[in-house]
């Protein structure tokens, strides 16, 4: 399973990145607005230091606008990846970026219909959101059985399940057990999944024995 971080903050990016655990980035309006920053130069300075696919979301609503947002973005560097919304627009911009081979993430996905979709318009990622279907009482969850299910029906499609709005290390899980391509994890929830009380428990007591050994390894 391939791991983004789901940020704009470079220096969690730079620290991630230094751990080896890092296959990618994901940002969004909200995470651009966030770093207080401007798009291009964030995105640039992301892409010098990941060199997995980086998500740059479009602004526009409208086909053409996207289109033109999307050459900017491309620019910046070989490793963007667009990020379109989930909305006829979006889907059409999709299939012409990724007809000219260009990567392109479908976001705001809360259906399988809308999966299915994002599919044949050619995306190389879709993310289905789980916390904010969490959120509103709906199994977030239930949504990436129902699309890892559905692309494996159809081998032709080449669309990798991104799993978004990761909010816990159960998401996580429940996700690489149904074989989700790619999680988006938020710098926090990554920090979480190192941890467990058995191990700070086992690590305290081995150091306690090893102390009263008197040794010392170099
Ligand atoms: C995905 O690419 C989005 O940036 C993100 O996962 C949204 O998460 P949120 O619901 O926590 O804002």
New binding site residues.
């Given amino acids: 399973m391939k791991f983004f971080v789901?940020t704009a903050e470079i220096s969690e990016i730079r620290e991630l990145a230094e751990t080896g655990l890092l296959d990618g980035v994901?940002?969004?309006p909200?995470?651009i607005a966030k770093s207080g920053r401007n798009i291009a130069e964030v995105i640039a300075e992301i892409c010098e230091i990941v060199s997995g696919p980086v998500?740059a979301e479009v602004a526009a609503t409208d086909y053409k606008q996207m289109l033109m947002e999307a050459a900017v973005l491309r620019r910046i560097a070989k490793n963007v990846t667009i990020k379109v919304p989930l909305t006829p627009d979006g889907l059409r911009a999709c299939y012409a970026l990724s007809r000219e081979g260009i990567m392109v993430n479908v976001?705001l996905c809360f259906s399988a219909a809308q999966a299915l979709l994002a599919a044949k318009a050619g995306a190389s990622f879709i993310?289905p959101?789980v916390?904010?279907l969490d959120d509103i009482g709906q199994n977030g969850m239930d949504l990436i059985a129902d699309i890892v299910q559905i692309y494996a029906n159809y081998p032709a499609i080449k669309t990798e399940v991104l799993v978004?709005?990761?909010?816990n290390p159960i998401h996580l899980i429940e996700a690489a057990k149904m074989g989700a391509d790619v999680a988006?994890i938020?710098p926090a929830v990554i920090k979480q999944l190192y941890h467990h009380p058995l191990t700070d428990k086992g690590l305290a007591a081995f150091l306690a024995d090893w102390g009263k050994t008197g040794q010392s390894i170099v």
């Fill in positions: 789901d994901t940002t969004n909200t995470l998500s976001t993310s959101f916390g904010r978004a709005s990761i909010r988006t938020p």
